[in-house]
C-alpha cells in the first residue's frame, strides 16, 4: 500500500502536481514510520521521496534534515556506496548545489557517467566517494 501511495505520488510530481503530491508523500512517510522500525529501505525511501518534493516546492528547512535522515539511514543499512545510498548522495549533492551553497559542479556528475555507460564501476564508485567526501566534509555531516 505505502509503494502503491509512492508511484501515485511520483507520478503527480511528474506531471507538475506537487500540492496534490504532498499529502500523498506525507501520508506514506507517516506510514512507514508507523509499521517500520527505524532503519528500513522503505521508510529511508519515502523520507527521500518527501524531502525530494519539498525542495521542489522551494521548502526548503523543511526539505534539508529529511534528505540528512534518509542519507544517515541509508548508511546504516546499506554502508559502502550500494545504489540507493547514491541516491540519497546525489540528492543531497543536488540539494545543496541547487542553493548554489557549495559549487559541487567541480565534481563530474556521477548520474552522466552511469547513464552513458562510458566509465567502469570503478570510477563511479570513486566519483561517488569523492561528492560524499566534499558534501560532507563542507557541511560537517557525520555519518
Known amino acids: 500500500m505505502i509503494g502503491n501511495i509512492n508511484n501515485m505520488a511520483g507520478f503527480l510530481i511528474e506531471t507538475g502536481r506537487y500540492d496534490e503530491a504532498e499529502p500523498l508523500l506525507k501520508e506514506a512517510l507517516?506510514?512507514?514510520?508507523?509499521?517500520?522500525?527505524?532503519?528500513?529501505?522503505?521508510?529511508?525511501?519515502c523520507t527521500n521521496n518527501y524531502a525530494y518534493l519539498l525542495d521542489l516546492k522551494g521548502k526548503f528547512t523543511e526539505a534539508e534534515p529529511l534528505y540528512k535522515e534518509a542519507l544517515d539511514m541509508r548508511r546504516r543499512l546499506y554502508g559502502g556506496y550500494y545504489a540507493e545510498l547514491n541516491v540519497s548522495i546525489i540528492n543531497m549533492a543536488t540539494f545543496y548545489d541547487n542553493q548554489k551553497k557549495f559549487a559541487l559542479s567541480r565534481t563530474p556528475?556521477?548520474?552522466?557517467?552511469?547513464?552513458e555507460h562510458e566509465y567502469p564501476q570503478q570510477l563511479f564508485s570513486f566519483i561517488i566517494r569523492e561528492r560524499e567526501k566534499a558534501i560532507l566534509e563542507y557541511y560537517e555531516l557525520s555519518i
Open 30 to 45: 507517516d506510514m512507514s514510520r508507523k509499521f517500520y522500525n527505524y532503519d528500513h529501505p522503505h521508510l529511508a525511501r
Open 109 to 115: 556528475s556521477p548520474r552522466s557517467y552511469q547513464a
